[in-house]
Every structure is written in structure tokens, then in C-alpha cells.
């Protein structure tokens, strides 16, 4: 699948390498990449020779979040401003159909982020089941910054999530830059890595989450997601009581079992 602001490759057997590819704009989302995200992800939800996803940007960044200049949004500005309804369907719910869709996949995504991860950019590395971060990132969550609220996307739900919900307010509500140091300090990514050693790390995740049943990893990501959620203890173990009684009539687990019956890896 060819694509003007993306690029996905299938680099090793399991993983997939998905690059936003406009660094000349720090790779920032337009209209465009709105809707090959969603012709990526709807192609990917039903592919199970991918199994892990690595995010990241081409350049100097991840993402600087929408694409204020973009070229689509300026013509068709009368038209999708020519009321909040209809900036509602047509604009906003395509942001945020990405982010729901990124939480949909099966495949467990990886987020390696360099340089700046803004607005939409920090809540597509938030959505992700795991961030890498190189030294240069920074984390800014724009969108208070320039008149809207800082609830966007889903930063109101994942980010109280990761960091507390008093670090959080402040975050969302100061629209500041959290630095890489910082953000692993407070939990917002799982590790700061060298910046050579970004992708070779992601991969080296990838490979370990390959050693595992697919339908382990897909049943893990669902249970993290929807417990996050979770009304109470017991309704969080109900699913987690369902995901395993699937599991265990997998040909994966009766595999494990008879190898470690046997002594084998």
C-alpha cells in the first residue's frame, strides 16, 4: 500500500515499521495522513502476520501534532468551519478516530520518539502500549496553547493514567514541554535510550513480544486498555478470566505446556 505521508515497511517477519514521512513539517498531521492512518489501520486490523508495530518520524521529529498550514483544511475551510457540527464530524472525529483506532489494533504498538512529540503527536505516543524516548524528545501537549482545551484526543484519559492526575493538570493546563529526562522521571515513557540506539532498542522489544503467543500479546493489549477503564476489581478480573479461559484452548499454550514439560524452552 502506497501512501503520500506514511510509510509502512514489513522490515522483519512480525514487526512493522511505520514512519510518518513529513519531515519538512516535522511531519505534522494533515487531512492526508488522517485518512491513510485510517486505510493503514483498517488493512492492519485484519493482518496477523504483523504483530508489533514500531511508530516513529522521519527527521529531526516525531510529530508536531495537526498541520495548522494545511493546504486541504484552507480550501475546504467554509465548508468545515460552517458550523461546530460539522466541524465536529468532519474535522474533529477524524483526529480522533485515529487515536480510537490505534487503541482497536490487535498488534501492540511501540512509540520511539525523537525531537518534538506535540499535540497530536504526544497523544498518538500516549495511545501507544509503549514509548521509547531519545534524549531530544519533548513532549507538548499544544492544544491550550493556541485556544482550544487541553482534553484532546484523549490526553484527559491516558495521561492521569501514566503520570497521576495532579502532574497531569498542570501538565494540560500549562500546555509546557516535558523533556525526556523528566518524562521517564514521572512515567509519561518507558525509557530514555541513546539516540542511536532508539530503533535498535524498539526492535529489540519487538523480538521479545514475538516470542509470545499472538494471542497472548493481542489478549494483553485488550486487557491494559479496557481495564484502565475498569468499574471495579472484579469486572477488570472478569475479562482478564475470559481472555485466559481462550487462551488456554490455544495449539500456543498447549505448546508452552508440553515444552516446559519437557524441559525445552
Same mark, same amino acid.
Given at each position: 500500500?502506497? @501512501?503520500? +505521508?506514511?510509510?509502512?515497511?514489513?522490515?522483519?517477519? $512480525?514487526? !512493522?515499521?511505520?514512519?510518518?514521512?513529513?519531515?519538512?513539517?516535522?511531519?505534522?498531521?494533515?487531512?492526508?495522513?488522517?485518512?491513510? /492512518?485510517?486505510?493503514?489501520?483498517? &488493512?492492519?486490523?485484519?493482518?496477523?502476520?504483523?504483530?508489533?508495530?514500531?511508530? +516513529? !518520524?522521519?527527521?529531526?521529529?516525531?510529530?508536531?501534532?495537526?498541520? %495548522?498550514?494545511?493546504?486541504?483544511?484552507?480550501?475546504?475551510?467554509?465548508?468545515?468551519?460552517?458550523?461546530?457540527?460539522?466541524?465536529?464530524?468532519?474535522? *474533529?472525529?477524524?483526529?480522533?478516530?485515529?487515536?480510537?483506532?490505534?487503541?482497536?489494533?490487535?498488534?501492540? %504498538?511501540?512509540?520511539?520518539?525523537?525531537?518534538?512529540?506535540?499535540?497530536? !503527536?504526544?497523544?498518538?505516543?500516549?495511545?501507544?502500549?509503549?514509548?521509547?524516548?531519545?534524549?531530544?524528545?519533548? @513532549?507538548?501537549?499544544?492544544? %491550550?496553547?493556541?485556544?482550544?482545551?487541553?482534553?484532546?484526543?484523549?490526553?484527559?484519559? /491516558?495521561?492521569?493514567?501514566?503520570? $497521576?492526575?495532579?502532574?497531569?493538570? &498542570? %501538565?494540560?493546563? +500549562?500546555?509546557?514541554?516535558? *523533556?525526556?529526562?523528566?518524562? &521517564?522521571?514521572?512515567?509519561?515513557?518507558?525509557?530514555?535510550?541513546?539516540?542511536?540506539?532508539?530503533?535498535?532498542?524498539?526492535?529489540?522489544?519487538?523480538?521479545?513480544?514475538? +516470542?509470545?503467543?499472538?494471542?497472548?500479546?493481542? *489478549?494483553?493489549?485488550?486487557?491494559? /486498555?479496557?481495564?484502565?477503564?475498569?468499574?471495579?476489581?472484579?469486572?477488570?478480573?472478569?475479562?482478564?478470566?475470559?481472555? *485466559?479461559?481462550?487462551?488456554?484452548?490455544?495449539?500456543?499454550?498447549?505448546?508452552?505446556?508440553?515444552? @516446559?514439560?519437557?524441559?525445552?524452552?
Amino acid at each position: 500500500m502506497e @501512501f503520500k +505521508t506514511l510509510r509502512f515497511e514489513v522490515t522483519e517477519p $512480525g514487526i !512493522g515499521l511505520l514512519t510518518l514521512t513529513r519531515p519538512e513539517r516535522l511531519n505534522a498531521i494533515n487531512l492526508d495522513m488522517l485518512e491513510e /492512518f485510517h486505510a493503514l489501520y483498517e &488493512e492492519l486490523f485484519s493482518d496477523r502476520d504483523v504483530r508489533v508495530i514500531i511508530l +516513529t !518520524g522521519e527527521g529531526r521529529g516525531f510529530c508536531a501534532g495537526a498541520d %495548522i498550514l494545511d493546504q486541504r483544511m484552507h480550501q475546504e475551510a467554509p465548508e468545515l468551519y460552517a458550523s461546530a457540527a460539522t466541524f465536529l464530524i468532519k474535522v *474533529q472525529k477524524k483526529y480522533s478516530n485515529m487515536i480510537l483506532e490505534m487503541k482497536r489494533l490487535p498488534q501492540p %504498538i511501540i512509540a520511539a520518539v525523537r525531537g518534538p512529540a506535540a499535540g497530536g !503527536g504526544m497523544t498518538m505516543a500516549l495511545a501507544s502500549e509503549i514509548i521509547l524516548a531519545a534524549p531530544s524528545a519533548k @513532549f507538548i501537549p499544544s492544544f %491550550i496553547n493556541i485556544g482550544l482545551s487541553g482534553g484532546e484526543l484523549g490526553t484527559t484519559y /491516558f495521561l492521569p493514567n501514566l503520570v $497521576g492526575a495532579s502532574r497531569a493538570a &498542570e %501538565i494540560l493546563l +500549562t500546555g509546557r514541554a516535558v *523533556q525526556a529526562e523528566e518524562a &521517564e522521571r514521572i512515567g509519561l515513557v518507558s525509557r530514555v535510550v541513546p539516540e542511536d540506539e532508539l530503533l535498535p532498542r524498539a526492535y529489540d522489544l519487538a523480538r521479545v513480544m514475538l +516470542t509470545k503467543s499472538p494471542m497472548g500479546l493481542n *489478549q494483553t493489549k485488550e486487557a491494559l /486498555f479496557q481495564n484502565l477503564n475498569a468499574p471495579s476489581l472484579e469486572a477488570a478480573i472478569e475479562l482478564e478470566n475470559r481472555n *485466559q479461559s481462550i487462551c488456554a484452548f490455544t495449539d500456543s499454550f498447549r505448546a508452552a505446556i508440553d515444552a @516446559f514439560a519437557q524441559g525445552k524452552k
